[in-house]
């Protein structure tokens, strides 16, 4: 969505809020400031997802050393905790662990020394992240941890338009 911020905006919030969503395009202001059970979207609309809720609930059963890797972004601390109460609310005993990124980071890349040598995890958690991380879903796998990324990124494609998604062996990309 392309739009453009204007330094102008009125100093009452109300109006102010519907100046900014008017500017990025939203059209019917009402119901995207108050949605109804009409917005709601079928999560199994989600690429893959009843493969990742499947394999999520197999390690939750199994009582699995979980690992989630956070980005240290609105949407990595949002996603993470979100799901991260979640599966508390429902096994309230499971074996999590999370790791932030220190700096702006996104996925794998930073983590992957310390996910393979110091800990040894089941599964790893990619809120919002990792969806690119081929090499390193696959080194994951090399030592039998299963990978779920949950992410709204465009899938990377080849030169002949395919999307590059890592071999399911290997990690689980959910994506829309």
Not at 29 to 51: A, G, T, V
Not at 69 to 91: E, M, N, P, Q
Not at 94 to 113: M, R, S, W, Y
Request: proline share 5%; net charge negative; charged share 25%.
């Amino acid at each position: 969505m392309k739009y453009r911020l204007r330094n102008n905006y009125s100093q009452n919030p109300q109006l102010a809020l519907k100046e900014i969503l008017k500017d990025r395009g939203v059209t019917d202001l009402p119901n995207f400031i108050h949605p109804s059970e009409k917005c709601e979207l079928n999560p199994y609309d989600l690429d893959n997802i009843q493969l990742a809720a499947e394999k999520l609930l197999k390690h939750l059963r199994n009582n699995s050393h979980i690992c989630f890797i956070v980005d240290c972004d609105c949407d990595g601390y949002t996603s993470s905790a979100i799901l991260w109460l979640y599966i508390k609310s429902i096994f309230p005993d499971a074996d999590l662990t999370f790791t932030v990124h220190e700096h702006k980071q996104h996925g794998l890349e930073d983590k992957i020394d310390w996910l393979i040598d110091e800990e040894q995890f089941d599964l790893v958690l990619c809120p919002d992240s990792a969806s690119y991380d081929l090499k390193y879903h696959q080194r994951l796998a090399e030592i039998s941890t299963d990978c779920i990324c949950l992410d709204h990124h465009t899938i990377p494609k080849d030169d002949n338009g395919n999307d590059i998604l890592p071999n399911p062996q290997w990690a689980i990309v959910v994506n829309n």
